[in-house]
């Protein structure tokens, strides 16, 4: 009978823990919606702004780095698919390892983005401009960069988690949220991108 | 309880998540969404106090421009020279006066603290979906609290190009004082509470979608959680677009970017930035800044139609009127910010498009007002404090809203824009209606968050000087916005058809005063019954809704055994039939047999076969 009621107990505790672990992943979509919001309102002003005269506008062609960084950010959502697939078939090195490559990917991006800038730089098309439609080029890599710090942050976690050798249900927990977070900013990136280039 | 499953005790509960509970995290760095809402109310009781204490300042300044009272001066040093508050230091009062009153108490206070401390109970959860992002939550409101406050005691003075920082001013740090230092804490501080509003509001929702109680669907939710959903799901929504106009203000201000600036000589000097437009400003600004006013209000509904159901002893009017009345004040929220920037130069035909879907608010507000009063109709009301307050929202609600026709509407509103009539407008439909619902949930849940019960006769007082304060207050400033009279104008001796209104503001300030006087009596109520007040009982107002099913003691996942499962909706007040004029949601349709309606079983064929058998045998009309 005690035996029975420790059984139902664990079982009440670990539907709670299911239900705490649906609510949380949920806090994550809610928060991408409000992610998502702050760039939206961004291309909104962008538009608004350009629209304000022919002077205004992008007035140049895309540094072709961003091709790169797209491609190299692509990959990470790839590779962190297969982390992500790793963990859940218990195979730890392997997750270890894919993490890895996302992490380096994410550092890649990050240092093709400032490339990019450069090569905008040299073009004289500062931050600091008359036509913020240009400054806006910088506004938007700028925060989704602010974005990427954080998504390797939370990606170093897991992975320390996984150094450590964490319970494996709290292992493949991290994991989902974490790759949920990344392939939203590529995602994020990737609408970015298009809008840039529909506006170039 | 008929649904006797397993026992799942609170200590079982708390041996996962409590380890060792210190005073830190106890009262400190809590992650209980009970304390969080009291950290949350009091603070911003403590802002609310400081906010008044500006506008009576600020008020002094308007009844008497041309007196000197020695006595500002000692406490506010350079700001009052020779006794007489300086205009530069009257814009920083008007303007942290507004930013505090509607963001820090009438959204974090007020949102902050029932959301908190209502979603979990009667939704009947053990706490938020994240405690941790929670209490993250208060702190970055708190923090922002001290940066906010921290801003009067530097050089330059706090922020003062009013609450809504229209650039140019507040994009050139040397425009006047209020544009520097003082500026760029009003940005962090900002920055940080909508940090604060994001990671609560997540959490509100996530709570509402994924952990009610067995039995409680969407439609057996109270009002309260309804317009605390729908709030939040606002919030989320808009201020995350705020930031993005605050991060662009902020480069426009500190790294020379030119995004809301343009041809400008500031003090004889040609400024270099070029190409900019302040009306993007205002268009990101209002797209947060209208929703927002919802957000301070819808928050203030839900609480009263709990509060006016409850000590109406009955259900309330309309239901689902209600709730589709929140949805459509949610959704309508989002199109109708152009309506604050009629007079920017806008075409006609938007500013047409922009005038009808604000007039269409009318409807879901109206809606919401006449069920009100239709719930009162006959109702056998208790005149709780409480009570007293849901209807003083109610009056508020309707006199500010019914000006807001005219307002809404672009041929009126571009004579009376920045005139004392939207003064009026929004300090009754907004500000006071607000205060009144926050104030409502105080007395309301005062016995839930403290245990203890607030003194009644201080309540009663506390209510009508208020009350009428308020009405004092606010009323007479339509009549001086008719004339034209413009709102932050520092002294109204210097213009000859102003000069008839320094006797309307000498009303106007003495009422402010003997009202805020009378905000020492509900602070003393408040304070003193913390530890002074009478025991509660459990459910003191014979209330339905899940969070007095819970002991008065609080414990650390509400209820000591399993969450009650939830039979009826909340409103089940003097059913016929039924003995007790309330029913709690917790109770069984099979432990109600003499008042339940056959829709009451809601399909459920057993039940209704049983049903029509009990009707049948004690020859009860059958219904539903």
Redesign the interface.
Known sequence: MELQ?AM??EE??NE?LL??R???K??LW??M???F??F???T??FI??TA??V??GIKTILPHVFIYSTAVIVLSSLTMYLAFKAVKAGQISKQKTYLLITIVLGIVFFWLQVEAWSVLFNRGIT??????SQ?FIY?FTG?HLAHIIAGILVLVRCYLGALKNIPIDNNVFRMDLASIFWHFLGLLWIYIYVFLLLNQ | MSTTV?S?DAA??GS?DHHHETFLTKYIFSQDHKMIAKQFLITGIIMAVFAMILSILFRIQLAWPDEEFPILEVFLGKWAEGGRIRPDFFLSLVTIHGTMMVFFVLTAGLSGTFSNLLIPYQLGA?DM??PL?NMLSYWFFFVACVIMIASFFIESGPASAGWTIYPPLSAVPKAIAGSGLGMTLWLISMTLFIASQ?LG???Y???V???RTKGMDLWKMPLTIWAFFLTAIVG??????L???V??LF?DRS?????YLSDLVVQGTILP?????PI?FQ??FW?LGHPEVYIVVMPALGLTSEVISTNSRKPIFGYHAMVYSLVGITVLSFIVWGHHMFVTGMSPFLGGVFMITTLIIAVPSAVKAFNYIATLWRGNIRFTPAMMFAIGMVSFFVSGGLTGLYLGNAALDINLHDTYFVVAHFHLVMGSASIFGMLCGVYHWYPKMFGRMMDERLGYFHFWLTFIGAYLVFFPMHFMGIDGVPRRYYAFTEFPFMEKWVSVNLLITWAAIVSAIGQVAFLWNFFSSIWCGKRAPQNPWNSNTLEWTTPVEHIHGNWPGEIPTVYRWPYDYSKPGNDADFIPQSTPLSQTMSSNLLHDWDGNEAGIEAQKAYNREHNREEEG
């Open positions: 009621i139902d107990k009440l505790y709670e239900k705490s649906k609510a949380k949920f806090n809610l928060g919606i409000g992610m919001m702050m939206a309102a961004l909104s002003g608004v702004y304000s005269g002077d205004k931050f600091v401009n008359s036509n913020a400054s506004i925060l | 397993i799942h079982h509960h996962h053990r979906a994240s992002m994001v509001g997540v959490n929702i996530s709570t979608l994924n952990l989320l929504l808009s201020f995350p677009v930031v993005s106009a991060v662009l480069f790294v020379g970017t030119s995004f930035n070029e190409g900019g437009s993007l268009h990101l797209f």
